[in-house]
Each structure stands twice: as structure tokens, then as C-alpha cells.
């Protein structure tokens, strides 16, 4: 759920595309979103498949390849979600400190993608993706051995390398710009969404499966099975074990990127280079007209939700004793209902009511259950269901509708930017509204830390329902005829 990977704009530009709904983790985050940069669709070959476009294989096979190696990789990313702030924990880390290394891959992954962006158009799409995913293979690995390579290289404490691989894998994680802009190349204009939406599956897939296997290979089993097969060299704890895992897993994708997925034959023509920051375009769109509340809306919903997200583990821990195998639980809990919802649910749902009332009815929904959240733990009315305890149920309880919440709210702004956006700028819109997100989710959790240590376990919680409250007000008072035009 935490820190989900944000794809860029395949236009390579300096603008993060959609890739969103979750996740997770983090962001862990949905449906990457079609942009302006498809280029000439008469280069396509049509959308029958054909290798013009991609020597040496069909379009669809390119595409799947790509689906199996971007999943793959978001699976081994999830693996993580349930490790980090324990795992920063056991180097001697506070709360705070534990966010401020949950809130490093999304600080990284915002400098590095539009980096990788143009890298790939530059040297091609195939090398940087097998330089990102070796790199991601080394962060996991530097991950994973954290406590005893800290003393080797003159840290006091293997906190320093958590830091430094997690910076690392942000800026790999840039990748799946890359794995967008290869989907515009190979696709024509007509088909990219539905390429696209591929890639969106395979992210909410890799948050579902990544924190199951986490809790698989830190649990007890996992954990003594690996301690009978592993060399006595290699460190087995319920933080490494998991670390290497998704060391591994990137590697049987950057296996797969080098044998199968063959380099674009040409590239998406892009939009013209942008000299403008993201910054100052995301301060732009926040004070237009249009799209100004939207993209505040949007910005206040991911922090807020990264602040639940990065704190939730940390209140698990403390106030219920659970360890990483027990979070993995409910962290693919949460991560199932948010799929099943945005999946099967929201279609429906937006073609009764429109955009509008959904993104509405989730902000509400949320203000009230992650205020919650924190008091749910102590909810001993609820009765105990087998090893699960009550305040365990609580959670469970409360973060049903909550997940509910948090996927209505994610798609329907989603789909409102796409309403308010002209055809020809639907990339750079939806790039706002991920820049937004991503630097949300790099403010989010360190100020939730921060709440959490300063204040109460309680406090970062209740702030992130009382920011729905905003969201709500301001989307209230815009123009219905402005974001509702599917209600018509």
C-alpha cells in the first residue's frame, strides 16, 4: 500500500502519469491513464497484434511480457510494506524516524523517474528497464543486509544503509515510467487504454500478492525453512528474509526483461520539451480554475491515506504485539477489498450515481473511519474470532469501509481530472494530479511520524480524517455542472 511506484507520462517529459488507484501501497495505488503522446497512429500497424512496431514478436506478446515483468517486480515491492517500520524499528528508530525512511522511495522515486523518462527515450526503453531492475535487485539485496554491512562501511548503525537502499530503489522504481512510455510504443492510439489498464492491473495485483507472500516467508514456517536451506551466512530474519525475496523476485524480472521483451521499434513521438518544474505546474494547477480543486483534493486525499498507511503498522505493534506476518494479513486484507472495489464495484456504481456523488460518499466515509482507526484496537465489545483478538476485529471492522472509501474516492478523481481535461492534455493533467500524489506521500508520512511520536499514537489518524473534511467542503462548492457532467 505504501509508497505504490508512480508511473511518469510516456511522453518522457517531466510529468508522472496516472498510474493509480493504491496501493498500494503506494503508495502504494489503479489504472495508469492514457496521455497526449501516442504519436502518428498510422506507424501502429494497426491493433491486430502486428510486430511492426516490436521485431521479433507480436504486440500483445510484448505487452504481456510486460504485464508479467511489471508484476513480478510490484509483487516484490509489496513483499516490503510490512517490514520497513518495524524493520526501522529494530536498528533503534522512533516512529518518526521509521516514516522519514517510508516517505525516502517516493522523495527519490520524484527526483528519479522523469530522469529515467528521458533516459529511455534517449538510450531506449529495454536498457533502462534492465538498469532499473538490476538496480532494485542491488537495493533489496543492500536492504536485506543491512545490519551487517552498517559496521563494514563505517555506519554505527545499519539504519544508514536502510536509508541509503530505500533511496536507491526510489529512483529504480522510476521503471514503471518507463514500462508506460513502452505501451505507447507499441500501441496506436485506440488500444492504449486498454494497454495501459494492464499495467493498472498489475500493479493492484502486486499489492494484493506482495504483502500475502510477506507474511508467507516471515511467519515462523517461512522462517524455519529458510534457516534448514539458506547458508548460515546469510541472515534469516522476519525483516531479511522478506527483503531478499523481493531481491529475488526483481531478479526473475530482470531475467524475463532480457530474454522476452525485445526494444520498440519506434518511439511515441513526445510532446515538446518542458523547461517548467513540476513544482511550478503543480502550484499552477492548484490555483486554476479548472482543475485547482481537483488537484487540492487529490493532494489532501494522498496524504492523508499515507499517513494511515505509514503509520498503521506502528499502531499494530503497539498496541496489539503484532510482528510483520501478522500485519501482512491485514495489510492484504485492506489491499483485497480496495481491488475487489475498484474492480467489480465502481463501474457499476459511477454508472447509478456519477463521479461526483462516489468522490463525494468516499471522503465521507473516510473522515469517519480513519478517525477511528486508532480507538478500534481497544474495542473490547467485539467479540474474539478464533486467534484473532477483539481489537484485532475492531481493525478489521473499521478498515473494511474504509478501503471502500479510499477506492471510490481514488477512482472518482481520477475520473473527474479526466472530465475537466481537454483531449489533448489528458497526460499532463493526470501527471498534476500524480505529482500531487507523490509529494504527499512524501510529506504524509513523515508528518504523521511526527504526530505520532509528539502527540499520540492516536493523533495522525484522526488528522487524516479531519483533512477529508476540506475535501469535502471544496468539492461541494464546485460547480456541478463543472466535475458532474456523467450524472447528466
Not at 207 to 218: M, N, R
Request: charged fraction near 15%; avoid cysteine.
Amino acid at each position: 500500500m505504501t509508497d505504490d511506484p508512480t508511473p511518469d507520462d510516456p511522453s518522457g517529459d517531466s510529468t508522472p502519469d496516472d498510474p493509480s488507484g493504491d496501493s498500494t501501497p503506494d503508495d502504494h495505488s489503479g489504472d495508469p491513464t492514457p496521455d497526449d503522446s501516442s504519436g502518428d497512429s498510422t506507424r501502429s500497424g494497426g491493433s491486430d497484434g502486428s510486430s511492426e512496431r516490436v521485431p521479433g514478436t507480436t504486440r500483445r506478446r510484448a505487452i504481456a511480457t510486460l504485464f508479467l515483468v511489471v508484476f513480478v517486480d510490484l509483487v516484490g515491492f509489496g513483499v516490503l510494506i510490512p517490514v520497513i517500520p518495524l524493520y526501522a524499528k529494530s536498528f533503534g528508530a522512533n516512529e518518526f524516524v521509521g516514516s522519514l525512511l517510508i516517505a525516502t522511495y517516493s522523495l527519490f522515486q520524484f527526483v528519479g523517474a522523469p530522469v529515467l523518462g528521458r533516459l529511455s527515450d534517449e538510450r531506449g526503453r529495454r536498457p533502462v528497464l534492465l538498469l532499473s531492475l538490476f538496480g532494485s535487485v542491488l537495493a533489496w539485496t543492500l536492504f536485506g543486509v543491512a545490519g551487517e554491512l552498517g559496521p563494514l562501511v563505517g555506519a554505527s548503525s545499519g539504519l544508514v544503509v536502510l536509508f541509503f537502499a530505500r533511496a536507491v530503489a526510489g529512483i529504480m522504481g522510476g521503471n514503471i515510467a518507463t514500462a508506460n512510455a513502452y505501451v505507447a510504443d507499441v500501441t496506436p492510439p485506440e488500444d492504449r487504454a486498454q494497454g495501459l489498464g494492464l499495467l493498472g492491473a498489475a500493479f493492484g495485483l502486486g499489492f494484493v500478492f506482495g504483502p500475502a507472500i510477506a507474511g508467507v516467508v516471515s511467519s515462523p514456517a517461512g522462517l524455519s525453512v529458510a534457516r534448514r536451506l539458506l547458508p548460515a551466512a546469510v541472515p534469516v530474519t522476519e525483516f531479511t528474509l522478506p527483503s531478499f525475496t523481493a531481491a529475488v523476485l526483481s531478479t526473475v524480472a530482470l531475467v524475463a526483461t532480457a530474454a522476452f521483451l525485445p526494444e520498440p521499434r519506434q518511439h511515441a513521438e513526445t510532446t515538446a520539451e518542458v523547461t517548467e518544474s513540476r513544482l511550478r505546474r503543480l502550484y499552477r494547477a492548484v490555483t486554476a480554475p479548472d482543475l485547482g480543486a481537483l488537484v487540492a483534493s487529490f493532494f489532501l486525499a494522498s496524504f492523508a491515506f499515507s499517513a494511515f498507511e505509514s503509520q498503521f503498522i506502528f499502531l499494530t505493534n503497539d498496541q496489539l504485539g503484532y510482528g510483520t506476518a501478522e500485519n501482512a494479513i491485514l495489510l492484504t486484507y485492506i489491499g483485497v477489498v480496495i481491488a475487489v472495489v475498484q474492480g467489480g464495484l465502481v463501474g457499476p456504481l459511477t454508472d447509478r450515481f456519477g463521479e461526483y456523488r462516489l468522490a463525494l460518499a468516499g471522503a465521507g466515509i473516510q473522515a469517519v473511519t480513519l478517525a477511528l482507526v486508532p480507538f478500534a484496537t481497544g474495542w473490547e465489545f467485539l467479540p474474539a474470532i478464533g486467534p484473532v483478538a477483539a481489537g484485532a476485529v475492531g481493525l478489521a471492522v473499521v478498515s473494511t469501509p474504509l478501503s471502500v472509501g479510499n477506492a471510490l474516492t481514488n477512482v472518482s478523481l481520477n475520473a473527474l481530472v479526466s472530465l475537466n481535461a481537454a483531449d489533448d492534455t489528458q497526460g499532463g493533467a493526470f501527471g498534476l494530479t500524480q505529482s500531487a500524489s507523490s509529494l504527499a506521500r512524501t510529506v504524509g508520512p513523515s508528518v504523521a511520524g511526527l504526530l505520532y511520536v509528539g502527540v499520540g499514537f492516536w493523533s495522525p489518524f484522526v488528522v487524516a480524517g479531519l483533512l477529508f473534511l476540506p475535501i469535502l467542503l471544496v468539492l461541494g462548492g464546485t460547480s456541478r455542472d463543472a466535475v458532474a457532467v456523467s450524472t447528466n
